[in-house]
C-alpha cells in the first residue's frame, strides 16, 4: 500500500505541469475546490469541512464532493486523457477494475493494470478525423456541385413544367376545336353512310327475291318429273322431308294439304307452295353432297392464345417476370395486338363473300368518309399529344414533389438504384422509391419498404431515410427499412443488416450530407490542458 | 368445400394466438385418468389384514387386500424424523418390478421410532413419537388418519379411492400360451375396458405392453381451506377445486403459448402440496414421476365416510375440509406426509427429503439480457456496448439457438460466432467482468458428422423406442435422439462434455441454458416423448417428469466438472420435478406480452417457492408477441424483485433492449434494474438461507402471517424474505394500487420515501410510471450496495448501507452474509455472515459463524436508522475504544451515520496532505475481524 502511495507521488511529480486540484475534477471546475476552505456542493445545498472532498463518502446530493471517487451514485469523474479528449464517466465506473480512461487515472485502488492508450488512441482519432476531414471536403465539393446542379436540373424542370402546362392549355383548345371539327364531319358522313347502306339494303333484298324465284322455279322443273307444268301430289309424295308432323311418313292427305288441297298446281300456284315448303325442301340432285359447315369459326380459334403459352411453359416463367418494370410490358402488347388482328379480318371477308360485297361508296359519300376519317385523325392525334403532355407533367410534378433536402442535394438519386451484394441477397435500394431483397441463388424478389419518409434526428433530419410497407411478415409486421446516411465521396450502399426481424437497416454514404470541414486547427486535437 | 375451407382457416388461426387445446389431453383423453376418476368414493374394496402387520423400531409393514380380485398390496409405514410420515404402497407380488423413483430423494430419510399403542379386530393404534401424535389404522375399509391430541391432520383413503392396478399378463397373449392360465385368470380379473392395452391419442399411439398400472389415493385435510403447490401450472396461487373441470394436470410438456387461469400441465411438475390454515401447514409430496393428475374438492359431505371410531372427535357440521386425489399412470405409491405445524417447518421437512435451492454466483442474481437470437457476434457487442452506454447494470447476455452450428448443440455457427473470435470475446468479457449463457438442448441431431451425436450413438446412450432402435423424434434440428439422462454413465459423460477442451469456446465465464427437456418432440404425443420409449428397464412412461431434472443434474455436474469443483455452477432449466432446486433455475417459459402474463409470474413463482424452488423468473417484456412501453417497465419493475431477473423475447418480435423505447422509459428501466442491483446483498443473503434451510425466498404472505387470513388467498403482492413487501403495479395506466400490509401493531416502511405505515391495513398508494410499491418490515436489518455499477462483480468491494427499520418497540434485526461470490469456498468456512440487532438504542453485530474466516475490502459506510428520534451524541465502540460518529438526524425521523473510508482515503488523495486529527480506527475495513463492536446512540 506504502509503495502504491509512493508511485503516486511520484506520477504527480512527473507531471509537473499538472495544476492540483482533486481527483476528478477538471480544469474548468478548480475554483470551486480550494484547500483549506470549507466546500461548498455545486448545488449549494451543503457546505462541509475540505477535508470531506474525496474521502469516499458522499455528502453532496449532487455528487459534487466526491470528484474522485466511486461514492456518489449521481457524480462524475474527469479524465484529463492527456494526447486525446478529455472525458467524463460516471462515478461508478472509478475503481471498477475496468479501465474507461485512456490515461488510466479512473483505476487508482482497484487492482486493475491498466496502459496508458491516450497517445495511441489521440493519434488514431487525428488520423481518423483527417481521413474524415478530407472525405468531407472533397464531399463538400461534390456536394456543392450536386446542389448546383439540382438547382439548375430543378430550374430546368420547372420550367419544363411551365412549358408543358402553357402547351397543355393550347392543347387542349385544339382538342376542342377538332372535337367540333370532327363532329361536324361526322354527321354529313353518318348521313351519307346511312343512305348508302339502305340502298345497299334494298338492292340485296331484290337480288335476294329473285334468287328465290330462280329456285322456284328450278324446283318446279325438278319437281314436275313428266313436265306436264303441273305438281302432283305422287310427284311430291317423294319428298319425305316435306312431312309437316315430322312422324316419318308423308301422306298423300299431307301432300294434298301442302298443295293447297289440290290435286296438282301450276307454276303460279306453286308460288303458295313453295313458301311453305323452302325452309324444308331438299333438292334430290344436292342430297348426297354435304351441306357447307360453319369452318370459318374454327380457323378463327387456331393461332391466337397458344402461341404465347407455347413459347412461355408456365413453369418457366420467372416470377420477377410479373414484377419487372413496365416499360417492358408495354413491350409485350403490340405484338400480342399483331397476333389477334389477322383472324378477326379473315372472318370479316368471310361474312362478305357470303353475302356478297357492297359496292363502293358513291364518290360523294366517299369524300365526306374521307373528310370525317381526316377529322377523326387529326382529333385523336391531338387528343394522344395531350395525354403525353398531361403524363409528363404528372411525371415532373411528381418528381419535384419529393423533399430533397435543404438545398436539394438529394435530388441526384431520384430515378437512381445501387446495390449492394451480399453472402446470400442483392439489396437494392432506389432512393424515393423502394428498397428490395433478392435472393442471389433463384427466389422472388422482396420488398423491403417503399418510399416513407425523412427520419433524422430533428436536428438532422435528413440523415436517416425510411422506407415502409413492404412485404409482410409471417406472424410479424410489414417489413421497413431505414437507410442511414453518412458523408463519403461515392454514392454507395455500403452495409445491410437485420438488427430486429424484418427490420433492415441500410448503410449509404453520399457526398450530399457531408458538412463543410471547419477549419483544421491541428493544435485543437492536442489536449486543451497539456 | 368452401364453409370447411373457412372452418380449417379459423382453426389455424386461432391455433397460431393460443394454445392450441386439441394438442393435449384431458383427463377424459387418458385412458388411467378416466378409468381412476370413474370410481366413486365410499366403495373402497381394500381391507387391512392386520394378522400380517409386523412393527420393526423403525417400520410397519401391513398386507392390504383388495377383496374384489384378491390381489395384495404391501403397505410400509415410516416415522421420519423431523416430523414426518411416509406411506409407501406396493404390490406384495408384482409380476415384475414397479418404478421407485431414484436420485430425489437427498438421502435415504432417516426415521424415528413408533410404538404400538392398542390394538384390535378393527384397527391398530400407532404412537408417532412424542408429540402427542397417533396413526390409527382402520382394517375395514383400511384407512389411516393421521391425529394430534385429539384432532385430525389428515385422513388417508377416507373416501376409498385408493386403487391400485396389478401388473397382470394380457389375456388374447396369455389365452395363446397358456388357455388353463387364462382361465383363471379371467375368472378374478375385473372387466376389460378400453385404453388398458393400448391407447390412441389422435394419431399417435401408446402400445402399452405393461398394461394397466395406475395408481391413487385420496387424503382428507380437515378444517383445511386453502390449499397451494403442485407447479407447474399458469393458474392463481391457492389451488381451486376441480370438481367439474379436469384436475390439475402433472406431466411435462412443451405448451406452445399456453393459456392463463387452467389447470393445464406446463413444462415442470413438482408433485408436492402444501395445505394450511390459521393452526398448521401440512404438505403432501407425492413421489411419482410419471403422468399425474391431482383432484381437488373441498366439502363437508366427506366426513361421512370418517369411521365409526372417529366420530366422537368429529366438530360440528360446519368445519371445512378439502380432499385431494392423487392419480399416476405407473410407478408405486410414495407418499411423505410433512406435519409442519408452521409453513417454515414444511420448508425444513421437504428440504430435508429433497434438498435445498442450489447457491447461485452472485451475479446469478443480477440482471440477465436474453433474446432469440443476437444474430452474431457483433451484435452482442453493440448490445454490451448499449448497456455501457445507457449506465443500465446488466451482467449476463444469453445465446439462444441460433447460436449454433445448425442447432448441434456444443458448437458455433461458423459464421456468426466463429471460434477463435468467441473465446477472444469471452476473454475480453471477463475483463469488463460479464458473463455469457449459451443454451444446451437435450435433442441431439441425428448427424453422423457430428460429434455428440455419434459418441451418444456408438456408447448406446439413446433413449429407445419400443422396438428397440435409437427414438427419433423432430426438435430444432430436425431428426434428432434424445440421450437417456436416466443413466448415470451417460449423465457423466454429458458432464465431461462441458470440460474446457471438450466444449470448443467455453470458457469460466460462459454458463448454461437447458431448454426443451420435457423433452419437447414436436411430432410426438402432445409434443412430448411416446410413453412406450424405452430408458433401459423402465418404460418412458414410468419416468417422463424426471427427463428435465436428470438433464439439468448432468449439465449442472458438468460446470461443477471442469472448475475441478471451485466454481459455483449456474444452469436454468424450463423444465423441472422435485429436487430440481438443487441444480439452478427454473423460468416460466413461453409467456406472452400480456399484462396478465405479467400478473400471473407472481403465483406461478410463488408456488415453485412453496416447495422448494426459489430461483424463479419469467421472461421479462413477455416471450411472445411484442409489449407496449408501458407493459415493459412495468415488467421490469416486477422482474427486478423476482428471484431470476431476465428479459426475454421471441425471434419474430421487435427488438426491446431497454434504451428503445425513448430516454424517458429507459430511464424507468435504468431505475428498476438499479434497484435490483442495490439489493443484491440482500438477495444473497436469502438465497444463502434458501440454501442453508430450503425456505423460499420469495413468499406468499401467509408464509410470514400463518393467522391473517386476509393473507391466504393474495397473489398480486409477496415478500422477498421476511422483510421486504413488494406490490408491483401490474395493471395497464394504474393510477395507484392497494397494497395490504400485514402485522397487527407492526410498522412498514416505504423503501424510497421511508415513511412509516401501520400494518394490519390496506393502503391505497398513487402510482406513477416511476413508482415500485417496496416497503421494508418494521425491526429489521436490510443490506444494501448503493453504489451501482456496470455488473455485480463490479461491485464486489464497494461498501454497504445498513436500512435499519426500528420496529414499534425500536428494536431490529437483521444479517449480513459476504463471500467471493462465486466458488464453493463457502463450504470451507469462507464466509462472513453476522447477525446484527438493534435494541436499547445500540446497534450491535453478532458473529453467526466464529469459525468462518473471510476478508472482504467492503466496509460499512452508512448506516440509516429509520423511524428512530434524535439522538444527542452517537459513539462508535470498537476494541474497547469509544469515539465520536458523524451523524444527521433527517426528516425528524432518520438517523444517518457515516463511516468515510478513512482508511485509504487518507493516502490515496492526489495531494499531499495532512488530514486532520479524525483518529478513528477503520472499524469496519474488515468485516471478517470483526469483534463485537458497538454503535450507542
Given at each position: 500500500m506504502f509503495c502504491a502511495y509512493l508511485l503516486l507521488l511520484l506520477g504527480v511529480g512527473v507531471s509537473a505541469v499538472e495544476v492540483q486540484r482533486p481527483r476528478g475534477v477538471p480544469l474548468s471546475k478548480r475554483q470551486f475546490y480550494e484547500e483549506n476552505k470549507p466546500f461548498t456542493c455545486l448545488d449549494g445545498s451543503r457546505t462541509i469541512p475540505f477535508d470531506r472532498v474525496n474521502d469516499d463518502y458522499c455528502d453532496c446530493q449532487d455528487g459534487s464532493d466526491e470528484p474522485g471517487t466511486a461514492a456518489c451514485p449521481n457524480g462524475s469523474f474527469h479524465c484529463t486523457n492527456a494526447g486525446f479528449r478529455s472525458a467524463f464517466i460516471p462515478s461508478s465506473r472509478v475503481n471498477d477494475g475496468i479501465c474507461d480512461c485512456c490515461d488510466t487515472t479512473d483505476e487508482y485502488n482497484s487492482g486493475a493494470t491498466c496502459q496508458n492508450t491516450c497517445r495511441e488512441l489521440g493519434r488514431k482519432e487525428r488520423e481518423s478525423l483527417q481521413k474524415m476531414a478530407e472525405i468531407a471536403k472533397e464531399g463538400f465539393l461534390l456536394k456543392q456541385q450536386l446542389i448546383h446542379e439540382a438547382k439548375r436540373g430543378l430550374e430546368e424542370k420547372q420550367a419544363k413544367l411551365e412549358e408543358l402546362q402553357t402547351s397543355k392549355k393550347?392543347?387542349?383548345?385544339?382538342?376542342?376545336?377538332?372535337?367540333?371539327?370532327?363532329?361536324?364531319?361526322?354527321?354529313?358522313?353518318?348521313?351519307?353512310?346511312?343512305?348508302?347502306?339502305?340502298a345497299w339494303e334494298e338492292q340485296k333484298a331484290l337480288i335476294r327475291m329473285e334468287k328465290d324465284k330462280a329456285k322456284m322455279a328450278e324446283v318446279f322443273l325438278e319437281l314436275d318429273e313428266d313436265a306436264d307444268g303441273f305438281i302432283t301430289v305422287a310427284e311430291l309424295l317423294s319428298h319425305s322431308e316435306l312431312d309437316p308432323d315430322s312422324d316419318?311418313?308423308?301422306?298423300?292427305?299431307?301432300?294434298?294439304?301442302?298443295?293447297?288441297?289440290?290435286?296438282?298446281?301450276?307454276?303460279?300456284?306453286?308460288e303458295t307452295v313453295w313458301g311453305n315448303i323452302k325452309e324444308k325442301y331438299i333438292s334430290k340432285t344436292q342430297a348426297d353432297t354435304p351441306a357447307p359447315v360453319e369452318t370459318p369459326q374454327e380457323e378463327v380459334r387456331e393461332p391466337v392464345p397458344d402461341n404465347d403459352s407455347e413459347q412461355y411453359p408456365e413453369d418457366d416463367i420467372p416470377e420477377e417476370e410479373e414484377e419487372e418494370e413496365e416499360e417492358e410490358e408495354d413491350d409485350d402488347d403490340p405484338d400480342e395486338e399483331d397476333d389477334k388482328i389477322p383472324p378477326?379480318?379473315?372472318?370479316?371477308?368471310?361474312?362478305?363473300?357470303?353475302?356478297?360485297?357492297?359496292?363502293?361508296?358513291?364518290?360523294?359519300?366517299?369524300n365526306l368518309i374521307d373528310a370525317a376519317q381526316k377529322a377523326r385523325d387529326e382529333f385523336d392525334e391531338a387528343e394522344r399529344a395531350l395525354r403525353e403532355v398531361d403524363d409528363q407533367i404528372k411525371s415532373l410534378e411528381k418528381e419535384i414533389s419529393f423533399d430533397y433536402g435543404p438545398s436539394a442535394e438529394f435530388a441526384y438519386l431520384y430515378s437512381q438504384c445501387y446495390e449492394l451484394s451480399t453472402s446470400?441477397?442483392?439489396?437494392?435500394?432506389c432512393p424515393f422509391n423502394r428498397v428490395s431483397q433478392k435472393p442471389k441463388y433463384g427466389g422472388s424478389e422482396t420488398s423491403l419498404g417503399t418510399w416513407g419518409t425523412w427520419a433524422g434526428p430533428e436536428a438532422n433530419v435528413y440523415s436517416v431515410m425510411k422506407y415502409e410497407h413492404?412485404?409482410?411478415?409471417?406472424?410479424?409486421?410489414?417489413?421497413?427499412?431505414?437507410?442511414?446516411?453518412?458523408?463519403?465521396?461515392?454514392?454507395?450502399v455500403t452495409s445491410t443488416s437485420e438488427p430486429s426481424r424484418c427490420e433492415y437497416l441500410m448503410e449509404f454514404t453520399t457526398p450530399a450530407v457531408c458538412q463543410e470541414p471547419p477549419s483544421l486547427d491541428p493544435t485543437l486535437h492536442e489536449h486543451e490542458e497539456l | 368445400m368452401a364453409p370447411v375451407l373457412l372452418l380449417w382457416l379459423a382453426v389455424c388461426l386461432s391455433g397460431t394466438w393460443a394454445v392450441d387445446r386439441g394438442n393435449f389431453k384431458t383427463c377424459d383423453q387418458s385412458a388411467f385418468c378416466k378409468r381412476q376418476r370413474a370410481l366413486k368414493p365410499g366403495q373402497s374394496p381394500y381391507r387391512a389384514l392386520l394378522e400380517t402387520l409386523e412393527l420393526t423400531n423403525t417400520r410397519l409393514t401391513l398386507q392390504l387386500i383388495n377383496d374384489n380380485n384378491k390381489v395384495r398390496l404391501l403397505l410400509e409405514l415410516y416415522r421420519l424424523q423431523g416430523?414426518?410420515?411416509?406411506?409407501?404402497?406396493?404390490?406384495?407380488?408384482?409380476?415384475?418390478?414397479?418404478?421407485?423413483?431414484?436420485?430425489?430423494?437427498?438421502q435415504e430419510p432417516p426415521t424415528e421410532p413408533m410404538s404400538l399403542l392398542s390394538q384390535d379386530e378393527n384397527g391398530v393404534v400407532l404412537s408417532l413419537g412424542a408429540e402427542s401424535q397417533r396413526v390409527i389404522v382402520s382394517a375395514r375399509p383400511f384407512r389411516l388418519d393421521i391425529m394430534e391430541g385429539r384432532e385430525v391432520l389428515m385422513s388417508?383413503?377416507?373416501?376409498?379411492?385408493?386403487?391400485?392396478?396389478?401388473l397382470r399378463m394380457r389375456k388374447d397373449t396369455l389365452f395363446h400360451c397358456s388357455p388353463v392360465l387364462y382361465q383363471a385368470v379371467n375368472e378374478e380379473e375385473e372387466k376389460v375396458e378400453d385404453g388398458m392395452w393400448e391407447e390412441t391419442f389422435k394419431s399417435h399411439s401408446d402400445s402399452k405392453p405393461n398394461g394397466p398400472s395406475a395408481v391413487s389415493l385420496d387424503f382428507s385435510l380437515p378444517g383445511v381451506e386453502h390449499v397451494y403447490g403442485i407447479p407447474e401450472h399458469a393458474d392463481t396461487l391457492k389451488l381451486k377445486t376441480t370438481d367439474g373441470g379436469d384436475p390439475y394436470r402433472l406431466y411435462n410438456l412443451d405448451v406452445f403459448q399456453y393459456e392463463l387461469y387452467n389447470p393445464m400441465a406446463l413444462y415442470g411438475a413438482v408433485p408436492v402440496m402444501l395445505a394450511h390454515n390459521a393452526q398448521r401447514t401440512t404438505g403432501i409430496f407425492w413421489l411419482n414421476a410419471a403422468e399425474t393428475w391431482v383432484d381437488i374438492s373441498s366439502n363437508t359431505a366427506g366426513k361421512t365416510v370418517f369411521g365409526k371410531m372417529l366420530d366422537y372427535v368429529q366438530g360440528s357440521s360446519e368445519t371445512p375440509q378439502t380432499d385431494v386425489r392423487w392419480i399416476s399412470e405407473s410407478g408405486i405409491i410414495d407418499v411423505f406426509v410433512m406435519l409442519g405445524p408452521k409453513p417454515q417447518d414444511v420448508f425444513s421437512q421437504y428440504a430435508s427429503l429433497t434438498g435445498t435451492q442450489a447457491f447461485p454466483p452472485l451475479s446469478a442474481l443480477a440482471y440477465h439480457q436474453c433474446r432469440w437470437n443476437y444474430n452474431d457476434q457483433e451484435d452482442v457487442q453493440a448490445v454490451d456496448a448499449g448497456f455501457d452506454q445507457h449506465d443500465i447494470p446488466y451482467d449476463f447476455i444469453w445465446l439462444d439457438i441460433e447460436h449454433t452450428d445448425g442447432k448441434r448443440y456444443f458448437t458455433w455457427d461458423p459464421h456468426n460466432y466463429p471460434t477463435p473470435l468467441i473465446y477472444i470475446f469471452l476473454t475480453f468479457f471477463s475483463f469488463i467482468h460479464q458473463q455469457m449463457v449459451a443454451i444446451v438442448d437435450p435433442h441431439i441431431k441425428v448427424d453422423s458428422n457430428y460429434k455428440i451425436h455419434n459418441e451418444i450413438r456408438s456408447r448406446g446412450y439413446y433413449i429407445k423406442n419400443k422396438d428397440g432402435g435409437d427414438y427419433e423424434g423432430w426438435c430444432w434440428p430436425g431428426n434428432a435422439g434424445y440421450p437417456d439422462f436416466t443413466n448415470p454413465e451417460m449423465r457423466a459423460w454429458w458432464a465431461s462434455m462441458f470440460a474446457y477442451d471438450q466444449y470448443e469456446g467455453s470458457m469460466e465465464n460462459l454458463y448454461t441454458w437447458n431448454d426443451m427437456n420435457e423433452p419437447s418432440v414436436f411430432n410426438g404425443p402432445e409434443v412430448t416423448m411416446h410413453k412406450d420409449a424405452v430408458h433401459g428397464a423402465w418404460e418412458h412412461r414410468d419416468l417422463h417428469n424426471l427427463y428435465g431434472f436428470y438433464v439439468q443434474m448432468a449439465t449442472a455436474e458438468g460446470l461443477v466438472q471442469r472448475s475441478g469443483g471451485v466454481e459455483r455452477p449456474f444452469v436454468l432449466t424450463r423444465a423441472f420435478f422435485a429436487g430440481s432446486q438443487r441444480y439452478g433455475a427454473v423460468w416460466t417459459g413461453d409467456n406472452a406480452a400480456e399484462w396478465d402474463h405479467l400478473k400471473i409470474s407472481i403465483p406461478m413463482c410463488l408456488s415453485l417457492g412453496l416447495v422448494g424452488v426459489s430461483f424463479c423468473g419469467a421472461d421479462v417484456g413477455g416471450f411472445f408477441k411484442t409489449p407496449s412501453s408501458e407493459l415493459l417497465v412495468r415488467w421490469y419493475q416486477t422482474g427486478a424483485y423476482q428471484p431470476f431477473f431476465r428479459a426475454h423475447a421471441h425471434l419474430d418480435t421487435p427488438r426491446r433492449e431497454p434504451w428503445l423505447f425513448g430516454p424517458e422509459n429507459t430511464a424507468l428501466i435504468r431505475e428498476a434494474v438499479r434497484q435490483r442491483y442495490a439489493l443484491l446483498p440482500y438477495w444473497y443473503q436469502l438465497f444463502y438461507h434458501a440454501y442453508r434451510t430450503g425456505h423460499p425466498v420469495m413468499r406468499p404472505l401467509w408464509v410470514e402471517y400463518p393467522q391473517d387470513t386476509a393473507t391466504f388467498a393474495m397473489d398480486d403482492q409477496f415478500l422477498i424474505g421476511e422483510d421486504l413487501l413488494v406490490h408491483p403495479v401490474t395493471e395497464e395506466g394504474a393510477r395507484g394500487i392497494t397494497a395490504y400490509l400485514p402485522g397487527k401493531g407492526e410498522v412498514w416502511?416505504?423503501?424510497?420515501?421511508?415513511?412509516?405505515?401501520?400494518?394490519?391495513?390496506?393502503?391505497?398508494?398513487?402510482?406513477?410510471?416511476?413508482?415500485?410499491?417496496?416497503?421494508?418490515?418494521?425491526?429489521?436489518?436490510?443490506?444494501?450496495?448503493?453504489?451501482?455499477?456496470?455488473?455485480?462483480?463490479?461491485m464486489e468491494h464497494d461498501p454497504y448501507t445498513l436500512y435499519v427499520a426500528l420496529s414499534p418497540q425500536r428494536t431490529a434485526e437483521g444479517e449480513l452474509y459476504i463471500d467471493d461470490g462465486h466458488t464453493f469456498n463457502f463450504n470451507k468456512k469462507e464466509f462472513i455472515h453476522r447477525r446484527l440487532s438493534f435494541a436499547n438504542n445500540v446497534l450491535s453485530s453478532i458473529n453467526l459463524a466464529p469459525d468462518a474466516q473471510f476478508s472482504t475490502q467492503s466496509w460499512i459506510e452508512r448506516i440509516l436508522i429509520l423511524g428512530a428520534s434524535k439522538p444527542s451524541k452517537v459513539t462508535l465502540k470498537t476494541a474497547g475504544e469509544c469515539l465520536k460518529c458523524f451523524f444527521m438526524f433527517l426528516y425528524g425521523k432518520i438517523i444517518m451515520l457515516m463511516f468515510p473510508n478513512l482508511d485509504w482515503s487518507r493516502h490515496k488523495r492526489l495531494y499531499k496532505r495532512q488530514t486532520q486529527a479524525r483518529r478513528q480506527e477503520n472499524w469496519l475495513s474488515h468485516c471478517g475481524t470483526w469483534r463485537r463492536e458497538r454503535l450507542r446512540t
Open positions: 393550347g392543347m387542349e383548345e385544339k382538342v376542342e376545336a377538332l372535337r367540333t371539327v370532327k363532329e361536324a364531319a361526322e354527321q354529313p358522313e353518318k348521313e351519307a353512310k346511312e343512305r348508302h347502306l339502305k316419318g311418313s308423308l301422306t298423300e292427305t299431307e301432300v294434298q294439304g301442302l298443295l293447297g288441297g289440290a290435286d296438282k298446281v301450276d307454276t303460279v300456284a306453286f378477326t379480318m379473315r372472318t370479316q371477308e368471310k361474312k362478305e363473300d357470303d353475302e356478297g360485297t357492297m359496292p363502293p361508296y358513291d364518290q360523294e359519300t366517299q446470400e441477397y442483392i439489396y437494392r435500394l413492404g412485404t409482410g411478415c409471417w406472424q410479424g409486421p410489414n417489413r421497413s427499412t431505414t437507410v442511414k446516411l453518412t458523408c463519403g465521396k461515392e454514392t454507395i | 416430523n414426518m410420515t411416509r406411506v409407501k404402497i406396493n404390490e406384495l407380488k408384482p409380476l415384475k418390478p414397479r418404478y421407485e423413483v431414484p436420485d430425489v430423494l437427498i388417508v383413503n377416507s373416501r376409498g379411492l385408493l386403487a391400485f392396478e396389478h416502511f416505504d423503501v424510497h420515501t421511508f415513511q412509516k405505515h401501520n400494518g394490519a391495513q390496506n393502503l391505497y398508494v398513487p402510482v406513477t410510471m416511476s413508482s415500485i410499491p417496496v416497503y421494508q418490515r418494521g425491526g429489521s436489518i436490510i443490506p444494501r450496495k448503493i453504489r451501482v455499477r456496470r455488473s455485480s462483480t463490479c
